[in-house]
């Protein structure tokens, strides 16, 4: 069983048991969520889609570490022949996610 869900912005494909990493939630360690933007469901027999969202589905997490950071992305600027370098690099700041039940 999976299911589409919208968590803040971003559309991930979830199963129960999973860990995901999303956008910064403001929700601190062992915090228990609720997502109800629900896209799909697929329970193996039949797909329900929403439209725009499943009525009734929920997806149940928990916050398992709300301080990771992404993987560095580097920024580098140069104009030729001009003798101008710049080089900046920013890490996204990323909330753990686990995927307890889709109901």
Do not use: C, W
């Amino acid at each position: 069983m999976y299911a589409i869900v919208d968590i803040a912005g971003q559309q991930f494909k979830v199963e129960a048991g999973m860990e995901i990493f999303v956008n910064r939630l403001k929700a601190g360690n062992g915090t228990a969520l609720e997502f109800d933007k629900v896209l799909l469901v697929d329970d193996g027999n039949a797909v329900k889609v929403g439209s725009p969202f499943v009525e009734g589905a929920v997806v149940k997490a928990t916050v398992t570490d709300d301080s990771v950071k992404a993987k560095k992305v580097l920024v580098f600027k140069k104009i030729r022949r001009k003798g101008f370098q710049k080089l900046n690099g920013h890490r996204q700041k990323l909330t753990k996610v686990h995927i307890d039940a889709i109901a």
